[in-house]
């Protein structure tokens, strides 16, 4: 069975620091992706990122960057110099490839609070 | 449309009642989604379209709920004798076809209440 697990359910961290949110997965697929979404007080889900199982390569995108390691199965984001902005519940997400399941699971979300 | 639309965005509603959520998907988008997110928790997944056909239904959690989307656009999603555990977000998402490595565009739900 496909599952997305998120052991930090909340994290507090003051303005500028860094904070990794992780994420750990479990699936039989080789060929897989990986997502992070933001979803801020307003609610709406916000895409971040996709990464497919073939590339390890790690990814920065400004303050983010985000860890790929199928040898632990993991996906950790790290959010460097942290702003109260960020600020938001954050979600790991799964999505097994062309031979399975289409949807997109989900993990149970880590909500990050950033103190000014 | 720019983005992807659900009304109502809240529903009030009575125990047993019959209720319909409604989502507008962004213009070209075949693929269509239906997910239910509980207090504090993660988005679950209840039903995906392909074009017109519901090709993974196996999320529903009983025959109460009923999804359709007759022309390939629009989707409503339906709740029969409503209970108070059926209260949560209902949220669509859209993407442009299916594949494993397209991302979902997500509306800002459908708050259901069941007094």
Redesign the interface.
């Known amino acids: 069975a496909q599952k997305v697990t998120q052991a930090q359910t909340e994290i507090s961290v003051v303005e500028k620091e860094d904070v990794t949110l992780d994420c750990v997965y479990e699936t039989r697929d080789t060929?897989?992706?990986l997502?992070w979404?933001k979803q801020p007080p307003?609610?709406?889900?916000?895409?971040l990122i996709?990464r497919?199982s073939f590339d390890e390569q790690n990814e920065i995108s400004g303050r983010y960057s985000w860890n790929f390691q199928k040898s632990t199965s993991s996906f950790n984001f790290t959010i460097t110099a942290s702003q109260v902005v960020d600020s938001a519940v954050y979600?790991c997400?799964f999505?097994?490839?062309?031979s399975s399941?289409?949807?997109?699971?989900?993990?149970?979300?880590t909500r990050l609070s950033i103190r000014p | 449309g720019a983005g992807v639309s659900q009304t109502p965005s809240n529903k009030v509603t009575e125990k047993g009642k019959y209720v319909e959520l409604r989502c507008d998907p962004i213009s070209g988008h075949t693929a269509l989604y239906w997910y239910r997110q509980s207090l504090g928790q993660g988005p679950e997944f209840l039903i995906y379209f392909q074009g017109t056909g519901a090709a993974d239904d196996s999320g529903l959690p009983n025959d109460r709920f009923f999804a359709v989307r007759p022309e390939g656009s629009v989707s409503t999603l339906k709740i029969q004798r409503t209970e108070r555990g059926d209260s949560a977000v209902y949220l669509c998402a859209s993407s442009r076809e299916y594949s494993g490595a397209n991302v979902l565009t997500f509306g800002a739900g459908s708050r259901l209440t069941v007094l």
Do not use: D, H, P, Q
Request: a positive charge; proline letters at 0%.
């Open positions: 060929t897989y992706y997502f979404y307003s609610g709406e889900l916000v895409f996709r497919n979600f997400a999505r097994g490839g062309y399941a289409s949807k997109i699971i989900f993990g149970s979300g």
